[in-house]
């Protein structure tokens, strides 16, 4: 149980544009979904906290008009990079939890490579 | 504010030989604490977590962790490695009451040798 998906795994594209990627809580409703990034070598840093059908809550030095996120269901959760630029590529994170004392599940991460 | 110190930055051991991963934690109150896996470019895996009651915690594949409160540490172990253990290392914590996010540690990269 507590399966979290996330995709695409990988994604390799032009500077410029803006990328989608979704989380889901397969065989669980997620109260709260997290979205990470993680650089090489180093742990996870929390970039923000996203609650269903209420806006997320970006940690600070994270642009939210450059992150956007949705929380859209209980199972569902976008992360949408605009206009990425190479140096946004790294490795991408969601997690969700069904409750403030339930473990986090985390998805198998997202690749992004910005040429 | 809530801080966690995983202090080695790999741990290696020799397949069959019992393994120690070292965390220390800060928080204000009692600490839900947590240990994590990650395999190279896949997510998180969780293997375990204390709350409250046993000091001795037992997890997935084998592993266990100690809290010990007086020295605010949460050490992983696990009494015989296997060379599949071999992975980045998480520990983490949040405080118990109320609502505040993880804090990871840095991580600890395990080698085990065959």
């Known amino acids: 149980g507590a399966v979290v998906s996330q995709h695409p795994s990988r994604v390799i594209c032009k500077s410029g544009t803006s990328v989608k990627i979704e989380c889901r809580s397969l065989?669980?409703?997620?109260?709260?979904m997290f979205w990470y990034r993680q650089f090489p070598k180093q742990s996870l840093m929390l970039m923000a906290t996203s609650n269903e059908g209420s806006k997320a809550t970006y940690e600070q030095g994270v642009e939210k008009d450059k992150f956007l996120i949705n929380h859209a269901s209980l199972t569902l959760s976008t992360l949408t990079v605009t206009s990425a630029h190479p140096e946004d590529s790294s490795f991408y994170i969601c997690?969700?939890?069904?409750?403030?004392?339930?473990?986090?599940?985390f998805g198998d991460g997202t690749r992004l490579s910005i040429l | 504010a809530q801080s966690v110190a995983q202090p080695e930055d790999q741990v290696n051991v020799a397949e069959g030989n019992p393994l120690t991963v070292k965390c220390t934690y800060s928080?204000?109150?009692?600490?839900?604490l947590f240990w994590y896996v990650q395999y190279p470019n896949r997510g998180l895996q969780f293997l375990l977590k204390?709350?409250?009651?046993?000091?001795l915690v037992k997890g997935s594949y084998g592993f266990e962790a100690e809290f010990n409160k007086s020295q605010t540490s949460f050490h992983l172990k696990k009494p015989s490695a296997l060379v599949s253990d071999s992975a980045l290392y998480f520990c983490a914590v949040r405080a118990l009451k109320g609502y505040s996010t993880l804090t990871f540690g840095k991580g600890t990269m395990l080698l085990v040798s065959p």
């Open positions: 928080v204000s109150g009692n600490p839900y």
């Open positions: 065989d669980f409703q997620a109260t709260t």
């Open positions: 997690s969700a939890t069904a409750g403030v004392n339930q473990p986090q599940h």
């Open positions: 204390y709350i409250t009651g046993d000091n």
